[in-house]
């Protein structure tokens, strides 16, 4: 099993531009999450999902928006990037109630 | 508000301690209580999960503890090994309505054991 996997790893973006990351899991997992984690913030949710075809809200939801058309994907899109945005994004599954299996991160810095 | 504290936010002690963690939450109506690890750039790893109707669980040299009532838990470590230098982060699960479930992170202790 490889768990639940991130892509891309690391990637550069200029303010305003867009792009999407990627998260799979292979546990069939029905919640599934975003995090951002910042120096002196810890981990803070972003979105999230109890099941395929459901999102919503975390606490700091703005300026993302995510989609999980299928059971083992959860994507997180960033419309319009923004320097607030560099961080590092996590993000895990889990079943109800149970352990969280979290990715290895993608590494985000906004010029 | 639901908040989840950590103290001390470092703690470097020599290899063969025994040591304490701390996680404090101001919410006790917690579902359930998860003890992980982070080691630099990497993700987090749960080391331990206790239920809210639970005292403690025990992992190898890990034990974690959990005190609704007074909003604390410990994470124990036994005789501490260089390879158990790493962040560990508390972090308290809340159910909300409609099966959502809301896990709120402490900051972490960063731990470093010399050999």
């Known amino acids: 099993n490889a768990g639940v996997t991130q892509t891309p790893k690391f990637r550069v973006l200029k303010t305003g531009q867009s792009m999407t990351l990627l998260c799979a899991q292979d546990m069939n997992h029905e919640y599934m999450y975003w995090y951002r984690q910042d120096p002196g913030m810890g981990l803070r949710l972003i979105h999230y999902s109890v099941g395929e075809g459901t999102t919503a809200k975390g606490e700091v939801p703005d300026g993302y928006n995510v989609s999980r058309l299928k059971k083992q994907n959860f994507l997180l899109g960033l419309e319009s990037a923004a320097p607030s945005q560099t961080s590092v994004y996590f993000c895990a599954s889990s079943r109800l109630g149970s352990r969280e299996f979290f990715g290895p991160g993608t590494r985000l810095t906004v010029l | 508000k639901q908040e989840v504290t950590q103290i001390p936010a470092a703690l470097s002690v020599p290899e063969g301690e025994n040591l304490v963690l701390n996680c404090s939450f101001t919410?006790?109506?917690?579902?359930?209580l998860q003890w992980f690890r982070q080691d630099p750039g990497k993700g987090l790893t749960s080391l331990l999960l206790i239920q809210s109707s639970q005292r403690e669980q025990t992992s190898g040299r890990l034990n974690a503890s959990l005190d609704k009532s007074s909003g604390r838990s410990t994470l124990y470590i036994a005789a501490s090994q260089p390879g158990d230098s790493a962040t560990y982060l508390c972090?308290?699960?809340?159910?909300?309505?409609?099966?959502?479930?809301?896990?709120?992170f402490g900051q972490g202790t960063r731990l470093t054991i010399n050999p």
């Open positions: 919410d006790s109506a917690i579902y359930n």
């Open positions: 972090a308290v699960r809340y159910l909300e309505i409609q099966g959502a479930q809301k896990l709120v």
